[in-house]
C-alpha cells in the first residue's frame, strides 16, 4: 500500500499523467486489461473535470482494497479526486449518466463513472469543493460473484487514503483492515522519517497485521514491535470492533491520532507515546467505548495537523469511508497551507447502505 500516485491537476496537460498513472497502478495491482481500461476511463474523467469545473486540485491513486471488510484480499485500485472548487449545486443531476457541461469534455460524465467502477462515491458541498472516490475491481472469475456484491455480516465497512510527502513516489503512512470472525480490525502506521525505509517499516507492520488479527489490540502491538525490529519502527494505533457485542476498542503507541463520533459528539482516542519496533512502553493503555449506528472513527498519521477539525455536513457518515477519509484529508489543507509529511487517514464507519443523495431524476 506504500505506493502512491499523486498529481496535482492545475490544467489539462496533467489529465494525462492522472491516466498514466492509474494504468500504472493497475499493473501494480496486476489487474486485468478491462480493469485497466475503466481506471484510465474513470481517471482521465476526473482529472478533466477538476480543470473545466474545479479550477484544479489533485488525484491521489493508492492500491487498496473494497470497502466491506470480508473483502480485504481483493486488489483494487484506488482513484481519489479531491478539490477546494466551487461545488456541485445539484449532485442528483450531476451523477446522471452522460451529463457534462462542458463542451470539450469527453462526454463521459460522473454517472459513468459510476456505473463502470467497482464502488464509487462522491461528497460535494456548494462553496467547499468536491472528492470523488473510484475503485477499479478485478473482472469477476466465470460463475463466480464479483467481489463487489461480498458483504460482512453487520455491514461494517473500512476506507481510507494515503499521500506521500512531496508527491514522492512511497509513503510511510499505510493502513489496514482484516476481519477475524466477528472482529474487525482497523490499523494505521506511520513508518520513521520518509521514503522507502518508512514504507518498509510501514509494509512489515501490514503483513503482520494478518497474521495476529485474531488478538487483542495491546496484543497485536506486542506482536508488531517484535517484527519492525529489523525497521526504522512505526507510530501504530489498532482500532478493533467486536461486531457481537458492538464494542470498539482502541491501543496506539506514537504519534497516531484517533477520534470517535457518537452521538454526534467527537472525542479523542489516545495513544501512548513510544516506537513500534524501537521503544514499546512497558504498558499500553486500552480504550474501550460502544459502537452505535451513528459511530465514526477517524485514524490518521501527524501528517495532518493537531487541531484538524472534524467534518460538520451531517450527510457524511452515509458516504463510503473513503471519501470521509477525503474529505478530512483536504479540508486539513490547502494550496496555500500544504501538508508538510507523508499524510493518510483511515475511517472505520457501520454501512447504512442509503444513498446520501436522492438521485432519482
Not at 520513521?192 to 502491538?221: F, M, N, Q, Y
Amino acid at each position: 500500500m506504500s505506493r502512491v500516485w499523486d498529481i496535482p491537476v492545475q490544467d489539462s496537460t496533467r489529465v494525462r499523467d492522472v491516466r498514466v498513472a492509474a494504468e500504472a497502478a493497475c499493473a501494480h495491482a496486476e489487474l486485468d486489461a478491462h480493469s485497466t481500461a475503466v481506471a484510465a476511463l474513470v481517471a482521465t474523467e476526473l482529472g478533466t473535470n477538476l480543470v473545466k469545473h474545479a479550477g484544479g486540485g489533485r488525484v491521489v491513486v493508492n492500491l487498496a482494497a473494497p470497502a466491506d471488510t470480508c473483502a480485504e484480499d481483493v486488489p483494487c485500485v484506488q482513484i481519489v479526486a479531491l478539490d477546494h472548487g466551487p461545488g456541485i449545486d445539484n449532485v442528483p443531476v450531476a451523477m446522471r449518466d452522460g451529463h457534462t457541461t462542458a463542451a470539450s469534455s469527453l462526454g463521459a460524465g460522473l454517472g459513468t463513472c459510476r456505473r463502470v467502477s467497482g464502488e464509487f462515491d462522491l461528497h460535494s458541498r456548494p462553496g467547499s469543493g468536491t472528492v470523488a472516490v473510484a475503485r477499479i475491481l478485478p473482472v469477476r472469475a466465470p460463475g463466480g460473484p464479483h467481489p463487489r456484491a461480498q458483504r460482512s455480516r453487520t455491514g461494517a465497512r473500512a476506507g481510507g487514503i494515503t499521500t506521500a510527502l512531496a508527491h514522492a513516489e512511497h509513503s510511510g503512512d499505510a493502513f489496514s483492515r482484516v476481519r477475524c470472525g466477528p472482529r474487525v480490525t482497523l490499523m494505521l502506521v506511520d513508518g520513521l522519517g520518509h521514503g522507502k525505509k518508512a514504507a518498509d517499516a510501514s509494509t512489515a507492520a501490514v503483513a503482520e497485521l494478518r497474521r495476529c488479527a485474531d488478538l487483542p489490540p495491546a496484543e497485536i502491538l506486542k506482536h508488531l514491535h517484535a517484527a519492525l525490529r529489523t525497521t526504522r519502527g512505526a507510530a501504530v494505533g489498532v482500532a478493533q470492533l467486536d461486531e457481537d457485542t458492538d464494542r470498539l476498542s482502541f491501543a496506539g503507541v506514537g504519534n497516531i491520532g484517533a477520534r470517535l463520533r457518537t452521538d454526534g459528539v467527537w472525542r479523542p482516542l489516545i495513544s501512548h507515546p513510544g516506537i513500534v519496533g524501537a521503544h514499546f512502553p512497558a504498558t499500553v493503555p486500552l480504550s474501550e467505548t460502544a459502537w452505535t449506528r451513528d459511530s465514526l472513527l477517524v485514524l490518521h498519521s501527524d501528517g495532518l495537523p493537531s487541531r484538524w477539525v472534524p467534518p460538520t455536513d451531517d450527510r457524511l457518515g452515509a458516504h463510503d469511508p473513503a471519501v470521509v477519509a477525503a474529505v478530512v484529508l483536504r479540508d486539513a489543507g490547502s494550496a496555500a497551507r500544504p501538508l508538510r509529511d507523508d499524510a493518510s487517514v483511515a475511517v472505520l464507519a457501520p454501512d447504512h447502505r442509503t444513498d446520501p443523495y436522492d438521485r432519482t431524476p
